[in-house]
């Protein structure tokens, strides 16, 4: 076998590899006496049909079976005798060139993953981040807590309406003249509550409202911005006629004791502080080392530039691609419906995918380099963790995580989290927005971290 390696890139590679005339010859042989037993051929018996006339009937089933065992075989042995890690997914082979008694030359296109050592990880600069609580977010997180639980109570006294309260109205709507629309069920309701003040109350309710009593009637015009948010008002002039059915507070319990034991059990404020204070705190400080181990990630990714395979690149895109399709079925859209230009959204994650591999490959070195290794406990607890949380059986997750690879990628997810966590005990801390800012990513939201995939 002659086999030349041609260097493209990096990581492009291709060779040109030409098997013996001999070796084709006997490969030829040996399917076409197959070919030969089950062989119907005009003027022979079944299977009495001579080897020559067998191998120029069937001359291209032929070829084509020994190219599906000649051309990977050779491939493979050209491989390993180069010691050359390649990506699976990349291997092209072009059509070969065989003429009878001839050896049998063709090239074979793939990548290789990159050889690169990681920079410098020994103190990552990272920004502080602060997990405390404060006295005033705590009493803000208490007062929505008692938002949450607040009733409406009807006004008795004779009073006019003001800011806060909540008017009782029965309304009718329609478009001013010249302007398209009809009179519909959304302009027009009965006993609506509509909050004088509010912050999503059109400023001309609030205008005509406040001051009114219960029994009045309004008449007045709304001019709806060009940029509000229901298109078929926007830029559009409407008219309405009201009456005030009644006036309605929101009453909010106080924050004491009494609360608290409502809230939960607690025996009473300063026990529900406590217990809130304590809750921010561990989200805040999970919020903090999910922060960390994305800075850490970028770090490595911003700082360690090499070619990565670009059939890795795409496999990522199809999975930025999918995660959106499900985030958006989980939303209750149906991704097929949507008037969505699906080939521009892959061509802007193309960039993000790469720093995603970018970050893989450098994960999967330093793990190599630091001897981080995934143990078959690591994959029981991970199991067990993703059944209680799911809800289903240990069973039923390990079943489940057994196809396409799913135990692969978890075990490439576990190995991730583990090379971070150890990255995460050697950070620089550095006084918080001493670093540049990352700027916001325009791209569409394909959901939180990425997921890690496995190659090798």
Request: charged share 30%; net charge negative.
């Amino acid at each position: 076998m002659k086999a030349e390696l041609t260097d493209i890139s990096q990581v492009k590679k291709r060779l040109d590899i030409e098997i013996p005339q001999d070796v084709v010859s006997a490969e030829i042989t040996t399917v076409a006496r197959e070919f030969a037993k089950r062989a119907r051929v005009p003027g022979f018996r079944p299977g009495r049909a001579p080897l020559g006339v067998v191998k120029n009937r069937y001359k291209d089933d032929i070829l084509s079976e020994i190219y599906q065992h000649l051309l990977p075989r050779y491939f493979n042995d050209a491989v390993r005798e180069r010691q050359l890690d390649v990506v699976e997914a990349s291997t092209i082979f072009e059509p070969p060139e065989y003429a009878n008694g001839s050896s049998l030359s063709f090239q074979v296109g793939f990548e290789i993953f990159p050889a690169f050592e990681v920079n410098d990880y020994s103190e990552i600069p990272v920004e502080e981040i602060a997990t405390e609580v404060t006295d005033e977010e705590l009493q803000a997180y208490l007062r929505n807590l008692a938002e949450e639980r607040a009733q409406m109570a009807p006004v008795e006294e004779d009073r006019p309406l003001r800011a806060g309260d909540f008017a009782e109205i029965t309304f009718t709507g329609s478009l001013a003249d010249g302007q398209k629309g009809t009179v519909d069920e959304k302009l027009s309701r009965e006993k609506a509550l509509c909050e004088v003040g509010g912050e999503t109350t059109v400023k001309e309710f609030t205008e005509n409202l406040t001051g009114a009593a219960v029994g009045n009637e309004l008449s007045f015009e709304v001019v709806y911005r060009a940029d509000y948010p229901e298109k078929r008002l926007a830029g559009k002039t409407a008219r309405y006629d009201l009456k005030i059915e009644g006036i309605k507070q929101k009453n909010r319990p106080e924050l004491n004791d009494e609360f608290a034991q409502e809230v939960g059990d607690y025996e009473n404020l300063d026990a529900l502080r406590t217990a809130v204070r304590q809750n921010m705190e561990k989200h805040r400080k999970e919020d903090a080392n999910q922060q960390v181990r994305d800075s850490l990630l970028r770090w490595l990714e911003d700082n360690n530039d090499f070619e990565v395979p670009d059939s890795l690149v795409q496999q990522q895109v199809q999975t930025r691609i999918q995660r959106l399709v499900r985030n958006l079925a989980q939303q209750g859209m149906n991704p097929r419906g949507l008037d969505v230009d699906w080939d521009k959204i892959s061509s802007d994650q193309y960039d993000h995918a790469v720093r995603d591999v970018r970050g893989i490959l450098i994960l999967e070195r330093l793990a190599e380099k630091e001897g981080v290794a995934v143990t078959s406990e690591d994959t029981e607890n991970q199991i067990r963790a993703m059944a209680e949380e799911t809800g289903q059986s240990v069973q039923a997750i390990r079943e489940a995580m057994s196809q396409n690879d799913g135990m692969e990628r978890m075990r490439g997810q576990i190995r991730n989290n583990k090379i971070l966590e150890l990255l995460r005990d050697r950070v620089k801390f550095v006084p918080a927005g001493s670093l540049t800012p990352e700027p916001e990513n325009p791209a569409v939201n394909l959901g939180d971290s990425p997921e890690p995939e496995v190659w090798k």
